[in-house]
């Protein structure tokens, strides 16, 4: 792999390979001295008594390259640690221009270049040492950085390859438009692939000591629906699917677990948490995978994930309330303090004021209050309370004989 120093020394042989493949065609007749550069386009003198016959090599742009991105593992394990050195890829695009002082000089020069990299199509590790043998920190680089030379370029596990790529007419007017300079012949090349890799000390992970290896079909379980699909907390309910029964089932009920009480291979029967606040949940069946030795349950199979509401439940509250007095209730499950509640009165529905954040309030509550109206109906009225959207139930007469027989009955508040 290469160092942070390969991107220069891509230009730095390039520039090179240009200079001798001149300096070989002894074009100083036809042309005169010429410059080879690796400078930003608006840095060429193009007028006045600086201009002069030259090439000039810039890279504009550099890419991940596709192929070699995920070549190693991630930089970092789940806990942070660095355990690898994953070597950043790239392809390098670069920007070959002439520049002449007189006629078809330009010309000549772009010539001669293009078939110069067309005959070279990759950089060979000789070529390579050879060129970034002289290169020093005075090439262009800042002092106290190593030199271009010591990139180790030449001994990255892939050649750096040369191919020419043709740009339309509207992308290199963008380009040069950006560059803020005045277009002179160019073409474009793509220098393929630079493998940058930093060196830093890493935890290299332990030898695998046994093998365990466990082998089942891959049936993962699936929940077609849930019965019912509103509850309250230490109600049963049931999954209802296939593949359910598997090795430690269990239930998670978003991000709490429980066990379930039967378990069968359509259906698993669980009871519903006490410690699940009121609102809409997701649930899903977990099964583990046991490897034997040691005897150690391993994350599994997964089902998909239903909803299921979980209705909140009155557990006390006053007989009557006056008229623009407060409406106290005790509610089961506790309400989190950022949770949405509200009590219905009858038909109307009064707002429960925001609880106190903690740490000025607790997280939860069991208690909730609210204002009745002054101008409010006296009389009896039924009473619910509705947390996240879910409704406490009501009370339905079952009795025949009576007059309310399917009627709401309660609970139900006197307003006075």
Known sequence: MST????????????????????????????????VSALP??????????????LNLFMYQATPNAALRNLDLPVR???????????????????????????????????????????????????????????????????????????????QMELVKLTPQALSGEELARLWSAFGAKYRPTAAYTASVVLIERRARVRAARPVLAR????????????????????????AVTLIGRGLAGSGASVRFGDLAAVPTRVADDAVEVDVPAALPAGVHTVSVVQTLDFGTPVEPHAGLVSNAVAL?????????????ARGGSLSLRIAPEVDFDQEAAVLLGDTLLPVPPRPTPPSGPARGATLACAVPADFATG???????????????????????????????????VT
């Open 4 to 35: 942070a120093l390969a991107i220069a020394a891509v230009s730095a042989a390039l520039k090179n390979l240009l200079s001798d493949g001149l300096l070989d065609a002894d074009l100083a007749p036809a042309v005169g001295d010429v410059t």
């Open 41 to 54: 386009p608006d840095r060429i003198a193009v007028d006045g008594t600086d201009a002069r016959s030259q």
């Open 77 to 155: 394990d789940a806990a942070g640690e660095r355990v690898s050195n994953a070597p950043l890829a790239l392809d390098l695009h670069y920007l070959l221009s002439a520049y002449g002082t007189k006629d078809l000089h330009a010309e000549i020069l772009l010539g001669y270049a293009m078939q110069l990299l067309h005959e070279t199509p990759q950089l060979a590790r000789d070529a390579l040492r050879n060129a970034l043998a002289t290169a020093t920190a005075e090439s262009g680089l800042p002092a106290h950085l190593r030199p271009v030379g010591a990139s180790e370029l030449a001994e």
């Open 212 to 235: 365990n290896l466990l082998v089942r079909p891959l049936r993962r379980p699936f929940i077609e629906t849930v019965m019912p699909s509103l509850a309250e907390t230490g109600e």
């Open 309 to 321: 509401m979980v209705l909140p439940r009155i557990s006390s509250h006053p007989a009557s309330v």
């Open 380 to 414: 009896d009225h039924l009473l619910r309370v509705r947390i996240d959207g879910a409704d406490s139930r009501l009370v339905v007469d079952t009795n025949p004989a009576s007059p309310t027989y399917g009627q709401f009955v309660g609970p139900t508040v006197n």
